[in-house]
């Protein structure tokens, strides 16, 4: 079986094709292609949403040829189109609907919207290293922080989520905080290299909490604040801040997803998202995890973004545990906003 996944929920055109063979528990990633927005919407320091979409107008057709040509397929061969049903912004999240669903259509096969967090937490199955069920997941990126039981293909309960801002958007506020472009995060991340972590005495909000919920507003705050204070002497403690803050950044999401394994009792973690490529992140959770017996999985580095190979692999997964069918009904909708514990319900 050949799926098709096409990925545009936000500043990212990703378009891939995987094979899944009868019989196979993973399925296997054959082409891939993908185009980020980021030196477009650099200029506005955030994604600008009508620019986002017509730029995935301008790309998914080719990067959908580019990708058969990689693959030596036709697309004739597709058994299954996949696409991101939601969340993410609306007219993106069209775009590539109606695309996967006029292809679709053209061809005579089934169409199947996917979860785009679904995507991420399932994306580790392409790596060389796959998970198994159950476990704890942790994803994390610019718009969401979340903490799932995940006890198999859309079988997922929420343990913890943020209240405010999530990781990622703390970590590219502060970074426009510091001066540093768009995005903000890896930029941030970059500079820390550079600093020490123990500089500046950040907050670690609700750390100490008994519950698993996240918050990184105040975080953002304390940034601003200590920015303010050093004034003209900014730029000689601009490293130490930018390790600080990313010091308590992960110290909260290392922290957290140890309790969340303890209180579940499992003993594998699986990290999804594009706060998961951080590499502070993944050296502090895979010692952390070491230490306590635990296994930690990731999604290779480059499919940590937004990527069209989640899109298919979870399509594929979904098909293969039976808990959803393609169907060959090309009416589409999208869903903006779309909790991932209600997925069985839409």
């Known amino acids: 079986m050949w799926l098709l996944g096409i990925e545009s929920s936000c500043d990212e055109t990703g378009v891939a094709l995987v094979h899944a063979p009868a019989g196979e528990r993973v399925p296997t990633l054959v082409a891939d292609a993908l185009h980020t927005q980021a030196a477009m919407h650099e200029a506005y320091g955030g994604v600008v949403p009508e620019l986002a979409s017509r730029d995935h107008v301008r790309r998914v057709l080719p990067l959908i040829r580019e990708v058969m040509s990689k693959a030596n397929q036709s697309l004739n061969d597709i058994d299954v189109v996949a696409f991101t049903r939601g969340p993410g912004l609306a007219g993106a999240l069209l775009v590539g609907a109606g695309t996967a669903c006029a292809l679709a259509a053209s061809l005579g096969k089934p169409v199947m919207g996917i979860h785009h967090l679904e995507g991420h937490l399932l994306s580790p199955f392409l790596s060389a290293d796959p998970p198994e069920f159950p476990f704890v997941a942790l994803l994390v990126s610019g718009g969401h922080t979340q903490l799932m039981r995940v006890a198999g293909v859309g079988h997922y309960e929420l343990l913890g989520e943020t209240i405010d801002d999530a990781?990622?958007?703390?970590?590219?506020?502060?970074?426009?905080?510091?001066?540093?472009?768009?995005?903000?995060?890896?930029?941030?991340?970059a500079l820390a290299a550079r600093g020490r972590g123990d500089a500046f005495a950040l907050p670690r909000p609700l750390l100490h909490q008994p519950n698993l919920d996240f918050s990184f507003a105040g975080l953002k705050t304390a940034v601003l604040t200590q920015c303010q204070k050093l004034g003209d002497d900014l730029p000689a403690h601009q490293a130490d801040l930018a390790a600080s803050t990313q010091a308590a950044i992960v110290e909260v999401l290392v922290k957290k997803s140890l309790k969340a394994l303890k209180q579940t009792g499992l003993q594998r973690l699986v990290v999804a998202g594009g706060v998961g490529a951080n590499r502070l992140l993944r050296a502090e959770l895979q010692a952390a995890c070491h230490k306590l017996g635990a296994r930690v999985h990731y999604p290779e580095a480059a499919l940590c973004t937004d990527n069209g190979a989640m899109i298919a692999m979870a399509a594929a997964m979904r098909l293969q545990s039976g808990v959803q069918t393609a169907q060959a009904d090309y009416a589409f909708d999208v869903l903006p906003r779309w909790a991932l514990d209600n997925i069985l319900t839409h």
């Open 167 to 189: 990781a990622g958007e703390a970590f590219d506020k502060s970074a426009k905080l510091l001066g540093l472009g768009y995005p903000g995060g890896p930029a941030l991340s």
